[in-house]
């Protein structure tokens, strides 16, 4: 019995690990497509960014002219990187950060009026949050340079026997 249903089942898991790269790489393209036209929108009208960092944003622990650069140079760095899988989980896990510090600084997402804004930073947080946990996936340049680069790296759990 036990048999025949995993081989029933055994085609749709080797279906999904196939799909996987793919899904892994949509969602960085989703989340990265959304931040990095907003960055360019900024650039476009960098005196009304200006305004919106000095009167509407409220950037913890930042001047609004260094929150502003700082907040555009991540919207069109951050993407790029996320999309060609440089940097993986180290830059996947500053991505997720600065997505929590723009819903944290615009207060506006915190009132019922906000609200829908809020709930797509949360869900760009959790692809963010997954993609944090599993890596860029193998359609990514880690992934390449690992293939390539990485086989003299040693596994530090082959060291204690694991």
């Not at 749709?12 to 959304?34: C, K, Y």
């Not at 797509?120 to 599993?134: D, R």
């Not at 990485?150 to 204690?160: D, V, Y």
Request: aromatic residues 16%; charged residues 10%.
């Amino acid at each position: 019995m036990i048999i025949k249903i995993a081989a029933v089942i055994r085609p749709f898991v080797r279906a999904f690990d196939f799909l996987s790269p793919f899904g892994d790489l949509l969602a960085r393209i989703w989340v990265a497509q959304v931040f990095f036209m907003s960055g360019l929108l900024k650039v476009q009208a960098w005196q009304s960014t200006k305004m919106l960092f000095e009167h509407v944003y409220r950037v913890p622990f930042l001047t609004p002219h260094f929150a502003a650069v700082f907040g555009t140079a991540a919207e069109l760095i951050l993407p790029v990187l996320l999309v060609i899988g440089l940097g993986g989980r180290f830059v996947i896990l500053i991505f997720f950060i600065y997505n929590a510090v723009c819903a944290i600084s615009y207060p506006f997402l915190w009132t019922s009026a906000g609200a829908a804004g809020l709930s797509q930073h949360m869900n760009w947080g959790l692809l963010l949050m997954l993609l944090m946990f599993h890596g860029s996936g193998k359609l990514s340049l880690d992934y390449l340079i690992h293939q390539y680069h990485g086989h003299h790296l040693i596994n530090p759990l082959k060291r204690f026997g694991s």
